[in-house]
């Protein structure tokens, strides 16, 4: 067998016209050889982030479809062409090489974005969260940072992963209002998140707490999550610690057999003291993340009552008949009395004044329980504040 080093294949391709004196062989990367028959060898590498083959053989006698043949013995879809003899034209391809000859095939490898070809390599991990890595700054091509997911690469591209290492959390606490060995209840601080959004969360969430305690969907980001509450809203959540209460729980809110009250401060007074509002909720197409009030969207009702109120607030108890998300936010907002603090549907505050105050439920044993948070001092404070 022929012996080809780097500088064998460098002198090949400044024969072939496609090398300078400028190029040394550390050029010549991701060097392989195999031998497809015993007259014959051939070689892939890449040069300047192109792909080639290269055969060495005495008996072509320029049969492209034989040289593509042995080429295809390391990989049957190979697409591209042969790079012509610049230098004899008794010969269109071949090249004299060590008393054989040489052929030079360029792999024309289709480009495709490094998001949509790292989902392929790995897929088990999305797409989406491929994109965060990247943007994140923890991928590289051919040794260069890449922070577009639209990148486009070819397979010969050189892509190395830097994952970072998760947070420890395990010194985070959340306050526990019932464990035992089905459910957990804690009582949510605003500010925390009830899951991570996916790939480099990098902050505590309830889940993570709910994980040192819960088998349920514990290989996922939302072990123990059966409902959500929003990061600024405070109060009580409950959790699974196994499938099978899991299972009971969802059925539970699917079906509306849950009593959820919230306490809320209202910027404003509304023009009834107590009255239910039944109006359907959709996704607002001109800012996709929030809600609004819309006739083709899914029946959504909220009962309320006015416990308190001034000339600016008022204190208000909230019970959600269904469970739309940001239902409270946006019914008291299209009442023209939004939730104090709500930056979305109403002004900024020092927080969202919107707490869940109980939650009753049936749990594993068949006893219906309720669960309750106090509701924060500063809800009942910010009511007659000035007198």
Not at 65 to 76: F, G, N, S, V, W
Not at 158 to 186: G, H, K, M, R, W
Not at 244 to 264: N, V
Request: charged content about 30%; overall charge negative.
């Amino acid at each position: 067998m022929v012996k080809i080093a780097s500088n064998d294949i460098l002198g090949l391709l400044r024969k072939f016209d496609l090398a300078g004196d400028e190029h040394v062989p550390r050029h010549i990367e991701q060097v392989r050889f195999s031998h497809p028959n015993a007259i014959n060898t051939l070689v892939s590498f890449r040069f300047l982030k192109r792909g080639f083959y290269l055969v060495v053989d005495d008996t072509a006698e320029d049969d492209v479809d034989y040289l593509l043949e042995q080429i295809r013995t390391d990989k049957a879809n190979v697409l591209g062409e042969f790079i012509e003899n610049p230098h004899d034209h008794t010969m269109t391809y071949g090249l004299p090489f060590k008393g054989k000859d040489a052929y030079l095939f360029e792999v024309m490898s289709g480009k495709r974005r490094l998001d949509a070809e790292l989902a392929e390599r790995y897929p088990e991990t999305s797409r989406s969260t491929w994109q965060k890595y990247i943007k994140a700054g923890h991928v590289t091509v051919n040794g260069v940072e890449q922070l577009s997911p639209k990148k486009d690469i070819t397979e010969y591209d050189s892509i190395a992963i830097t994952v970072p290492e998760p947070t420890d959390f395990s010194d985070q606490e959340l306050p526990i209002i019932y464990i035992d060995d089905n459910v957990i209840v804690i009582n949510k601080p605003i500010g925390v998140l009830t899951h991570s959004k996916g790939a480099l969360n990098d902050e505590f969430t309830v889940a993570d707490f709910f994980g040192r305690y819960s088998t349920y969907n514990a290989d996922t980001n939302r072990p123990g999550i059966i409902h959500r509450l929003d990061r600024d809203t405070s109060g009580v959540m409950i959790g699974a610690r196994n499938e099978e209460t899991a299972t009971l729980l969802q059925k539970q809110f699917a079906d509306r057999k849950t009593k959820k009250i919230y306490a809320a401060v209202l910027d404003g007074e509304p023009k009834n003291r107590s009255a239910v509002i039944d109006l359907p909720i959709g996704r607002n197409p001109s800012a996709p993340s929030t809600f609004r009030v819309d006739a083709k969207g899914k029946v959504a009702q909220t009962a309320y009552d006015v416990l308190d109120s001034d000339d600016t607030y008022s204190l208000v108890e909230l019970r959600p008949k269904t469970g739309r998300t940001h239902q409270l936010r946006v019914h008291t907002s299209y009442m023209g009395t939004p939730i104090h603090g709500d930056r979305v549907y109403g002004k900024q505050a020092d927080r969202l004044y919107l707490h869940a105050k109980s939650l009753e439920i049936t749990i594993p044993g068949g006893e219906r329980k309720v669960f309750a948070a106090p509701v924060p001092d500063e809800f009942a404070a910010l009511i007659h504040k000035d007198k």
